[in-house]
């Protein structure tokens, strides 16, 4: 069964720890993100980026993930990461996606709170959760999201608190100086703004760019409010480092290298989990 986002965020933030959510692309990516929920018992967050759905829609996605967790007992809950579009955030939530992150960092702050509270209204009255942004993430070197070297606008602590307030969003994704993509130089990640930011506002926090982000940095983040951490750049680049070598000397059937593949996100996602669980 497909488990409630709120639910699972809700009990990290009171427990210290974070759910990491792993951007997923394909059927491996879903099955490898369960298996190692499964094998260390910890509740995960499958992602669906809005930006990387042109091999599958909506209601396949839930068909699929939801066949997948059928006879899970951890709980897992089915995400829709960053989109902009308020159409498509319909079309997920309409689909069963338990969670939304609609993304208006981009726009100007009224029509950003506008715009989400609208969402969260709508996805409220169904039972889904609602992420919204404030501030804007890089992105960095090789990033899959975005343009190069665009800088970081941290999140202003007050603004978010008024953000929540007025949209009654159930988590925000805070601007700290983490990147979409892979770092190009030494990360300034400010846990002195998230701590002020948490203390404003109260309700689970997210930390984008959870790729290469330092292990410290990462156990301070979860100490100051973030419940759900989000990882893509690494699962694709691993994946596809370890598929070269591996195609070096060996000329597998497709459905071997469909395995072995899913063996190598799972490396990746074991580690963040462990790391998440902050114990
Ligand atoms: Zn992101």
Do not use: W
């Amino acid at each position: 069964m497909i488990a409630r986002m709120q639910d699972i965020l809700n009990h990290a933030y009171e427990n210290r720890y974070a759910v990491g959510a792993f951007n997923c692309y394909s059927y491996e990516t879903a099955k490898a993100v369960a298996r190692v929920a499964e094998k260390l018992n910890t509740p995960a967050i499958i992602a669906f980026g809005a930006k990387y759905l042109d091999n599958m829609e909506f209601n396949e996605i839930h068909a699929v993930v939801s066949a997948l967790l059928e006879n899970h007992d951890v709980p897992i809950a089915l995400h829709l990461d960053h989109c902009s579009k308020v159409e498509d955030v319909y079309r997920a939530i309409n689909a069963g996606f338990t969670s939304v992150m609609y993304d208006g960092s981009h726009l100007p702050f009224e029509e950003n709170v506008a715009n989400t509270k609208r969402v969260v209204e709508v996805a409220h009255s169904v039972g889904v959760s609602v992420e919204a942004e404030l501030g804007s993430i890089a992105t960095g070197l090789d990033s899959h999201e975005g343009e190069v070297g665009a800088l970081t606008k941290y999140t202003d602590p007050d603004k978010a608190r008024e953000f929540v307030e007025r949209t009654g969003v159930d988590c925000l994704a805070v601007s700290i100086g983490t990147v979409h993509g892979h770092y190009k130089g030494e990360p300034n990640i400010r846990l002195d703004i998230l701590k002020e930011i948490n203390e404003k506002v109260g309700i689970p926090l997210v930390l984008h760019g959870g790729s290469g982000t330092p292990e410290d940095k990462i156990r301070g983040s979860i100490d100051n409010g973030i419940a759900k951490i989000n990882v893509n750049t690494e699962i694709s680049s691993y994946t596809i480092e370890k598929t070269r070598e591996f195609l070096k000397d060996n000329n597998p059937h497709l459905s071997v290298l469909y395995l072995r593949q899913q063996e190598y996100m799972m490396e990746v996602i074991e580690r963040y989990m462990k790391l998440f669980k902050n114990d």
